[in-house]
């Protein structure tokens, strides 16, 4: 009988304040999801992938330039550029 009556003053207590419960479980639930996302909204995150981006462009664009700059064609028709270049600037 004295479980009975303790329940019962329980679930009068939990009707009491069942609304702020029920309040606070979503409020710690949107802090919850703004914690997960804060991370995401970081300004230093961004510029940091930003940096990860650029370099990894930037690379392939050197490493292409290189590649080609580096074939035999390239290079011969460069130095004849270059010959008739200075042959011009000489003149």
């Not at 606070?24 to 961004?46: E, Q, V, Y």
């Not at 292409?64 to 035999?72: D, G, V, Y």
Request: glycine share 4%; with cysteine.
């Amino acid at each position: 009988m004295r479980e009975e009556y303790q329940e019962l003053a329980d679930r009068e207590w939990l009707s009491v304040i069942a609304d702020d419960v029920v309040a606070d479980i979503g409020r710690r639930r949107k802090k919850h999801d703004l914690d997960l996302m804060s991370p995401d909204t970081a300004t230093n995150r961004i510029t940091t992938k930003s940096g990860e981006i650029a370099e990894q462009l930037v690379t392939n664009v050197l490493r292409a330039q290189f590649s080609k700059e580096a074939s035999p064609a390239w290079r011969s028709s460069c130095g004849r550029r270059s010959r008739a270049t200075a042959s011009r600037i000489l003149e």
